[in-house]
């Protein structure tokens, strides 16, 4: 059973049905709403999802937990997404640029210091205090800046102060900037 209709009377059907089931990850598929699911996990998990063909790629989207979201509120959101879909609209685009607009407003010091919280077991204690140390000392006048708002003037000041230290510590530093940037928004203009 893996079509049925996903409305509240078969819903204790499909808790039991997967129950029963030997596997560890099953979707149920909606029979009225194409690309509407409800998705089981052995672990305990259960979220409703919508997938479709979005620019020619799958596109699944978690539209919320079950049993907390009704599937009334499942499928209006499911219809919704496909009229988005309709329309040439990507649905992982609001969310995209949603999450880029939260991470440009993150002061640089945030990210540092994430950063530096994520690489500390995974660096040599001499390489994460060198990476530390450029990231604090040379890039400080930059700390409070949010990231979207880091343009190229501000970087060009660094980058001649490092330059008098030296071709290997500006290097360095350019690195250790560089591999903050990567999971934070958009790149330094």
Known sequence: MDRVKLVGANLAMIESDFAGADKADKIYWDTDIRGL????????????IFQRKVDGADCRLTLGPYPDMSSKVARGLA?????????GKDPRAAKREAKAKQLAQIPLRTAIDNYLAAKQSKLRPLSFSETRRYLMKDWKSLHDWPIEEIQIPQVATILDRLEKAGPRRRSFSIESVGAVRLGHGPRLR
């Open 79 to 87: 219809q919704a997404k496909q009229a988005e879909i309709w329309q």
């Open 37 to 48: 699911g409800l998705r089981f996990r052995r672990c305990g998990g259960r979220s409703w």
